[in-house]
Nanobody, 119 residues
Framework: QVQLAESGGGLVQPGGSLRLSCAAS????????MGWYRQAPGKLRELVAT???????NYADSVQGRFTISRNNARNTVYLQMNSLKPEDTAVYYC?????????????WGQGTQVTVSS
């Protein structure tokens, strides 16, 4: 089993920064992809950024150039550095671990952490 625990959310003014962390425990493998998703009120959950163990990253267009995802494989931790935050970044942010299986992909999710961008 895999458990994911996020931390680092909070209230920040527009233009500010936050750093989210996600610690994974349990059986973690080098081929697991990790990432961040977010869900704003009344909207579907959407991809923010992903990273694989080799370091390749993928970002949503809306956060490209402002957010940076990184991963510490030794600590099974993934981070999301968020700069130049905008009110539209307000959402619950969820950590995700995506594991390939014989029949497809299995997703694991954290409990989420609230990020509010407001003056």
């Amino acid at each position: 089993q895999v458990q994911l625990a996020e931390s680092g959310g909070g209230l920040v003014q527009p233009g500010g920064s936050l750093r989210l962390s996600c610690a994974a425990s349990g059986s973690i493998f080098s081929f697991d992809a990790m990432g961040w998703y977010r869900q704003a009120p009344g909207k579907l959950r959407e991809l923010v950024a992903t990273i694989i163990s080799g370091g390749s990253t993928n970002y949503a267009d809306s956060v490209q150039g402002r957010f940076t995802i990184s991963r510490n494989n030794a600590r099974n931790t993934v981070y999301l550095q968020m700069n130049s935050l905008k009110p539209e970044d307000t959402a619950v942010y969820y950590c995700n671990l995506k594991r390939p299986t014989v029949v497809g992909t299995r997703d694991y999710w954290g409990q989420g952490t609230q990020v509010t961008v407001s003056s």
